[in-house]
């Protein structure tokens, strides 16, 4: 794989992007082999500009992003460059997560196990709320087929979750897996992404194919956005706006932002 020259300074210092999919079941050898390439790639860009990495520990993606970020530490980077997110519902078992493996490469986050009937649902829905809580950017790519397994497949829930967190989000298709079938069902979901970009560049970015073009578009929109930029440990975002005035310029304060919030259905 050749690897992506990126400028020397920090521009994602302090961002959190979470990356969020998988390798489908289904994948052929070249779509897999693409999005590992793609993840790796990512990875690297991110790390090298300042970035850190949040995951939710799929298999499939895990041992790429761990090399990716021994490398980094090896070249002198932070151990936080990368931060696996794990439930005690799968971390529990030792030999399908080797946690502590994990741990001498980067950051890893244990997220309590939720039991009842529902285990397994309710311990992944707890996982995707404190990665979507922590992250100041959403990039998705593959993940098990939206028509196969709908009511599990993680991609739209994840997509969803950040949207209405107004997290800015990329949804990657042109790879194959859940999120190119997300893209085809709910094309309207281009228009909602608030990543700076508008519904033609998104579909572009929704459908393109190629990795480098992939990884070079998204990497250069996202240093040009405004995101929240702290560290990892510093636990959940928050966005605060700070409002002046008393009296009738309260009112009127008051008044806009409740116009606001009724013409974009949402609170702010």
């Known amino acids: 794989m050749q690897e992506t020259t990126f400028r020397n300074s920090a521009p994602l210092h302090g961002v959190r992007v979470w990356l969020s999919g998988a390798v489908p079941a289904q994948a052929t050898e070249l779509q897999r082999s693409e999005m590992l390439e793609f993840v790796a790639s990512f990875a690297l860009a991110v790390f090298q500009a300042g970035g850190h990495l949040l995951h939710g520990s799929h298999p499939t993606f895990v041992s790429t992003l761990l090399e990716q970020a021994k490398q980094h530490r090896e070249n002198g ?125 998104n579909l572009a970015i929704a459908t393109e194919e190629n990795v480098a073009n992939l990884v070079s578009r998204v990497y250069e929109q996202l240093t040009r956005l405004s995101l929240v930029r ?20 309260g009112a009127y304060t008051a008044a806009v932002l409740a116009r606001l919030e009724e013409a974009l259905g949402s609170s702010l």
């Open 77 to 201: 980077g932070r151990k936080d460059c990368l931060v696996l997110g794990v439930s005690k519902f799968w971390s529990k078992d030792t030999q399908l997560v080797p946690i502590h493996e994990w741990r001498e490469h980067c950051m890893v986050y244990e997220i309590p196990e939720i039991r009842g009937e529902a285990a397994r649902d309710e311990s992944l829905k707890s996982l995707r709320e404190w990665m979507s809580d922590r992250c100041d950017v959403l990039v998705t790519v593959g993940g098990n087929w939206w028509r196969e397994i709908a009511g599990r497949s993680g991609v739209p829930i994840e997509v969803e979750c950040a949207v209405k967190r107004g997290v800015p989000s990329f949804l990657l298709g042109g790879l194959g897996g859940a999120a190119r079938d997300y893209v085809t069902d709910h094309p309207e979901l281009i228009g909602l992404l608030k990543n700076g970009l508008d519904k033609d560049a």
């Open 230 to 249: 702290g560290r990892v440990s510093n636990g959940i975002s928050f966005r605060i706006l700070a409002l002046d005035g008393g009296g009738i310029r």
